[in-house]
């Protein structure tokens, strides 16, 4: 990697020397049949070894960024410029992105991974959306800050289309019973057969990405009802609106392990009922039910005197672990001792650290009571209590599923060697993508700016396509290469990450758009980007916070959705005057 870098270096300074010299003593509006220009004091002929320039004429001066970073006013020395300055970008999103997963491998997702890592992903678009409005007089900014805008939708296009597609795509496993099986892909390209799926906590995410788009709607209210008088209170409702979100949404992240395992835990504990009353039913003979659909409390006593091995009249721990040990909890890693504790929670009443039989009776009717309202009324007097058992099993499994079977943790990961070392380079990783993001996004703005003006090609169009490339490259390769591993496991985490990158971008990218715009008084006049987001954010949002699997098909729809919001933009803006 270092001999690439160092090449990188020695193009940079070929630019520098080859383009910015000729560049600097340029005078507009004066030509000469002779090739030759005189400012009074000397007179200078253009070199010979710049070859854009008989392609394309400039007819003012570059500015260089910080007084020395290399400058031109042809067509191919910007394009070579954004190409440079992009690889830069790419690589301070690359730097940002392992020190991230190396921070997150010591310190797990908590506090780090809920506020730190997602304001630390969004900070290459972050730097070039405040440097386009920051650069030069109001004016100035105001031109460029399309550069801004155009990276904020392009970002999340990307994100929501050509990416979210390519993991469905790569992550495919064979669905059965509407869930995809892990690490099993034997359907190949089959459109219904084969998909990923994802757990409940993916949909939360999907839902919070839509929510998140409240500010635009703020922002483009004004417009929409054709005032300008309250554009700039729009813009700072907006603001406020769009910080409150953040700080909400760093929050919800900080607890959702907390929340997460909690649920999870209390899902356990319904499969461990579950587990219990379906082995209980089968040694009943489905006689845990009267004829009149209520529990049978005369054979409920009798499975009582089974489970009681030494007749003392109550269930101890030990007798309880026992019979739990005997029963096949499938897909559950089972702590017995737990799973004892927890039944003798619902039964123990008395607190005796035994179960009688009056206690137990009562906590089994209380559990076939929920099992009866979750898994359907009893209709059937014959055999209807495995009927209702059965499906509530089903329905704890599927919650179960839906919640992901592994828990997390935001506690210290243990068994990580060299933890000093790894916190060390992970800090260094990030102040250095941080310095790179930071020093080299004005720059790649001006140079995109400029490409815009030699070219004539809108600035939004190269901002919308190519800096996106640079600046989530490294997320989009980190989560097909996630999504590949073809579990439900990594697919919720791939998709979740997606849906929360563009709300960081939707709240935090916007917040900083909408501050420039506020603070420098420049006018918010994209209608048509902010409608490209809303359709692609609410389409992928309301595909992801409805399902929690989806078949290979639902790919197409992703990558139909890019093409047709550029073709919307186009359309919008310079056909129908919209911008």
Not at 9 to 36: D, E, K, M, Q, V
Not at 71 to 95: E, H, K, P, S
């Amino acid at each position: 990697m270092a001999p690439q870098r160092l090449l990188l270096l020695f193009f940079i300074f070929l630019l520098y020397f080859s383009s910015s010299p000729a560049n600097a003593r340029f005078i507009t509006g004066l030509s000469s049949p002779t090739n030759l220009v005189s400012d009074g004091t000397s007179t200078v002929k253009t070199p010979p070894y710049l070859l854009f320039k008989p392609l394309f004429s400039a007819e003012e001066t570059c500015e260089q960024t910080y007084g020395f970073l290399p400058c031109t006013t042809t067509v191919l020395g910007n394009l070579f410029l954004i190409i440079v300055y992009g690889y830069l970008m790419f690589l301070a999103a690359t730097y940002l992105s392992t020190g991230s997963e190396l921070l997150l491998e010591i310190l797990g997702p908590g506090i780090v991974g809920g506020l730190f890592l997602p304001a630390l992903g969004a900070l290459p678009d972050a730097m070039l959306i405040l440097v386009s409005g920051l650069s030069g007089t109001a004016e100035t900014a105001q031109d460029q800050v399309s550069v801004g805008m155009g990276l904020l939708a392009g970002s999340t296009v990307m994100l929501l289309t050509v990416i979210w597609g390519s993991c469905v795509v790569v992550g495919r496993c064979d669905l059965r019973d509407s869930f995809a099986v892990d690490g099993t892909n034997t359907k190949g390209f089959h459109l219904t057969e084969s998909g990923v799926s994802t757990d409940i906590w993916t949909c939360y995410a999907a839902r919070i990405m839509a929510i998140s788009v409240i500010p635009f709607l703020i922002v483009q209210l004004p417009q929409a009802l054709d005032s300008t008088s309250g554009r700039h209170l729009a813009v700072l409702i907006a603001l406020i609106i769009s910080v409150l979100m953040l700080i909400s949404y760093c929050v919800y992240q900080v607890f959702q392990p907390w929340v997460q395992r909690r649920r999870l835990a209390f899902v356990k504990h319904k499969r461990v009922i579950s587990g219990i009353l379906r082995h209980l039913g089968k040694q009943a003979f489905g006689k845990l039910l009267n004829e009149d659909g209520e529990p049978n409390t005369e054979m409920i006593k009798k499975l009582f005197e089974a489970i009681d091995e030494n007749h003392d009249g109550g269930l101890s721990h030990s007798e309880l672990k026992a019979f739990i040990i005997g029963i096949r909890f499938e897909e559950i890693d089972l702590d017995k001792d737990d799973a004892v504790r927890k039944v003798m929670a619902d039964f123990d009443t008395s607190l005796d650290s035994l179960v009688q039989e009056e206690e137990f009776v009562k906590g089994l009717t209380k559990w076939i009571n929920e099992a009866r309202r979750t898994g359907g009324a009893y209709l059937e007097p014959a055999g209807g209590t495995f009927k209702f058992i059965d499906r509530f099993h089903q329905e704890t499994r599927r919650e179960h599923a839906l919640l992901g079977y592994e828990e997390q943790s935001d506690e210290v990961v243990e068994h990580v060697e060299n933890t000093r070392w790894i916190s060390f380079k992970a800090v260094l990783l990030l102040l250095l993508g941080t310095l790179i993001a930071a020093a080299f996004a004005d720059p790649l703005v001006g140079a995109v700016d400029n490409f815009s003006t030699a070219t004539s090609i809108p600035s939004f169009f190269i901002s919308f396509i190519a800096l996106p490339l640079a600046t989530n490259s490294s997320e989009a390769v980190s989560a097909i290469i996630f999504a590949s591993r073809k579990k439900q496991r990594t697919a919720s985490l791939t998709f979740s990450e997606l849906y929360g990158a563009v709300t960081m971008n939707n709240v935090l990218c916007l917040s900083v758009f909408l501050a420039l715009v506020y603070v420098r008084g420049l006018t918010w006049d994209f209608s048509s980007e902010v409608l490209v987001i809303l359709i692609v954010c609410l389409v992928m949002g309301a595909f992801g916070s409805f399902r929690t699997t989806f078949p290979l098909w639902t790919c197409s729809v992703a990558y139909i959705l890019y093409p047709f919001s550029l073709a919307l933009v186009y359309i919008l803006d310079y056909i129908f005057g919209w911008s």
